[in-house]
């Protein structure tokens, strides 16, 4: 469970790690942490009941198996500019500025 939302979790037969992933919009992407809560299918159905009772922290009557803190540094914004734009005007503005030197070294 992410922000009050209950996600899936897809767990490794091999290795036994969980694997958990989820979308949000890009305007509440900010930078934050997460807490990231696994529950096993009597937990989850425990937080569920609690929730639909009306409890208001429903983490006091279900206990996770184990919560996970991922940080967040939020969405990078763009600049109005690629890189290869900018690369690219550079390129031209050397290859004008060599051949202004190449005619006058002609004349």
């Given at each position: 469970?992410i922000?009050?939302?209950?996600?899936?979790?897809?767990?490794?037969?091999e290795?036994?790690?969980?694997q958990?992933?989820?979308?949000?919009?890009?305007?509440?992407?900010?930078?934050?942490?997460f807490?990231?809560?696994?529950?096993?299918?009597?937990?989850?159905?425990?937080?569920?009941?609690?929730?639909?009772?009306?409890?208001?922290?429903?983490?006091?009557?279900?206990k996770?198996?184990?919560?996970?803190n991922?940080y967040?540094?939020?969405?990078?914004?763009?600049?109005?500019?690629?890189?290869?734009?900018?690369?690219?005007l550079?390129?031209?503005?050397?290859?004008?500025?060599a051949?202004v030197?190449?005619?006058?070294?002609?004349?």
């Open positions: 469970m922000n009050s939302q209950i996600h899936h979790v897809a767990t490794s037969e290795t036994s790690k969980y958990v992933s989820w979308q949000s919009d890009h305007s509440d992407d900010g930078s934050q942490t807490d990231v809560h696994i529950y096993d299918e009597e937990g989850i159905a425990s937080y569920r009941s609690a929730v639909e009772g009306g409890n208001s922290s429903p983490h006091t009557t279900a996770p198996l184990f919560t996970v991922h967040h540094q939020g969405v990078s914004k763009k600049t109005p500019f690629s890189a290869e734009t900018i690369l690219l550079a390129s031209i503005a050397a290859l004008y500025y051949t030197l190449k005619g006058q070294f002609k004349s």
